[in-house]
């Protein structure tokens, strides 16, 4: 079974910073120590109105930390070329929009196809490996297909949601969405990531799926590292991860 890889989302740290202005708490310094404490790669999402990750903290990602870079961004003309001047590791095309507090669903692939395909390929010529944020649903897995995407990022927000409110049906319904999904994407050649809403639960339960090779973490993280500090929140998350791998 492939291992699973854990990306950790630094966006909060920033969002902390902006709340009052400043340097400090300093998301690139968080993102280092999130390495040290066992992130695969480090994930940030520069948006449209900047209200926490600024193109500064971008490029310096890009050349302090020594993991892979996953830059989140809206398929745009302005984040193309801040992608293309940076040359993160990866890019994952999410929807955005700026009345919604964090990403609300996945990228309407289908009705994007015209535009999402060519940002795709320029990004991939330049050596970026792309991935598609989209719901767990067969309907989104081949519109993802007809993009050239070699990565799709399942949005796992609705069945968290469902887990975190105790509403069992409607969590056991979305989490056999995200069995199914992942299941028809790797047999179509997808490589599979899913994030969004995880936490330390839904992380070890989504860990049993072999076909899931990375998980991207950030709320929940940055929150839990309020508490008992961001290194071990990353390794218990490590841990549960692990735990959950095992029994797959």
């Known amino acids: 079974m492939p291992p699973l890889r854990l990306g950790v989302n630094v966006d909060h740290v920033a969002t902390l910073r902006n709340a009052r202005g400043g340097e400090l708490p300093d998301p690139v310094r968080a993102a280092l120590i999130a ?3 066992g992130a695969d790669g480090i994930t940030a999402h520069l948006r449209e109105d900047r209200r926490h990750i600024r193109d500064a903290d971008m490029a310096r990602l890009k050349q302090e930390i020594t993991k892979p870079l996953n830059f989140e961004m809206a398929a745009t003309d302005e984040m193309a070329a801040i992608a293309l001047a940076t040359r993160p590791h990866a ?6 929009k700026r009345s919604e507090r964090t990403t609300e669903g996945g990228l309407d692939v289908a009705g994007g ?10 990004l991939g010529k330049a050596g970026i490996r792309v ?10 897995v081949d519109a993802a297909k007809s993009i050239g995407a070699p990565v799709i990022e399942f949005h796992t927000g609705a069945w968290c949601d469902a887990h975190l409110h105790g509403e ?3 969590a056991e319904h979305e989490f056999e969405r995200i069995v199914m999904a992942a299941a028809y994407a790797h047999k179509l050649g997808f490589e599979c990531h899913a994030g969004h809403g995880l936490d330390y639960n839904t992380a070890r339960r989504i860990a049993t799926l072999p076909e899931i090779v990375e998980l991207n973490i950030g709320h929940f993280l940055i929150g839990e590292g309020i508490f008992v500090g961001i290194p071990a929140a990353i390794r218990e998350m490590r841990r549960v991860m692990d735990e959950g791998r095992a029994q797959a």
Do not use: D, M
């Not at 890019?91 to 955005?96: G, M, N, Q």
């Not at 991935?131 to 989104?140: C, G, N, V, Y």
């Open 91 to 96: 890019a994952c095309l999410v929807p955005e």
């Open 131 to 140: 991935s598609l944020f989209i719901e767990p649903a067969r309907t989104a």
């Open 35 to 37: 390495i040290e404490a």
């Open 168 to 170: 069992r049906g409607r």
């Open 113 to 122: 196809h015209n535009y999402l395909k060519p940002l795709a390929a320029e």
